[in-house]
């Protein structure tokens, strides 16, 4: 219930407090653009099944794959301050929450390998 609690948290509240840290002027225009970040999870269509309560989404999906994630980061670094920039760090602060999801689930596994939770490792 905690995991579920933070993990949603962080996805729709503290998105929030970068918002206002990125632009106090127009932060709530920043939330909106931080929140329509959250469609990168459009790619668990594509999953089978489309939800799995215990499943890392790290690895699992194409658009949360270690191939996608590192431009997430770099846009978040190298971009000018944009909406692009803005973007770039609402996917790699996604990624970042998926991932605390995904250690959360390490930690109450007692007998698996990080390998099991993360898929692409």
């Given at each position: ?44 269509i ?29 846009g ?34 007692a ?11």
């Amino acid at each position: 219930m905690l995991q579920t609690v933070v993990h949603y948290f962080l996805h729709f509240i503290f998105i929030g407090v970068i918002a206002y840290w990125y632009d106090r002027k127009n932060w709530k225009k920043g939330w909106l653009i931080l929140l329509a970040t959250m469609l990168v999870d459009v790619d668990h269509i594509v999953a089978d099944p489309m939800f799995m309560a215990d499943r890392c989404g790290i690895g699992f999906h194409p658009l949360h794959s270690e191939y996608v994630i590192p431009f997430y980061f770099l846009g978040a670094i190298f971009l000018r301050r944009s909406v692009l920039k803005l973007v770039a760090i609402g996917l790699a602060f996604h990624m970042i929450t998926d991932s605390i999801d995904c250690f959360w689930m390490y930690a109450k596994c007692a007998d698996c390998k990080l390998s099991a939770v993360f898929n692409s490792f």
